[in-house]
Nanobody, 125 residues
């Protein structure tokens, strides 16, 4: 049974930073692209970032603009999302995702094979 368990969410002030982590189990981690999506209230779930199986190839949503960094540790089966310069519009539930195709994952939800349950980020002063 595949499990993706997120951690690291919480309340942060605008301009602050957070680091999300996702521990994966039940899958061959290095064979899957890993990513993050987010969903704000009343909005559709959207792509945030993805990293290829070897940790070399990355891609980000247009709104990221250099503020976030995704990375993975294939020994520990963990993927991180370092988020800096957070804005109020970054507030959302952030979901960890795993998929067999990096390219397909970056194009949308249909490229995700497994989802975590999500972790809430609130950005407020």
């Amino acid at each position: 049974q595949v499990q993706l368990v997120e951690s690291g969410g919480g309340l942060v002030q605008p301009g602050g930073s957070l680091r999300l982590s996702c521990v994966a189990s039940g899958l061959t981690f290095r064979n899957h692209a890993m990513g993050w999506f987010r969903q704000a209230p009343g909005k559709e779930r959207e792509f945030v970032a993805a990293v290829g199986g070897q940790g070399i190839t990355t891609r980000y949503g247009d709104f990221v603009k250099g503020r976030f960094t995704i990375s993975r540790d294939n020994v520990k089966s963990i993927v991180h999302l370092q988020m800096n310069s957070l804005k109020t519009e970054d507030a959302a539930v952030y979901y960890c995702a795993a998929g067999r195709s990096f390219g397909t994952m970056t194009r949308g939800l249909s490229g995700v094979d497994y989802w975590g349950k999500g972790t809430l980020i609130t950005v407020s002063s």
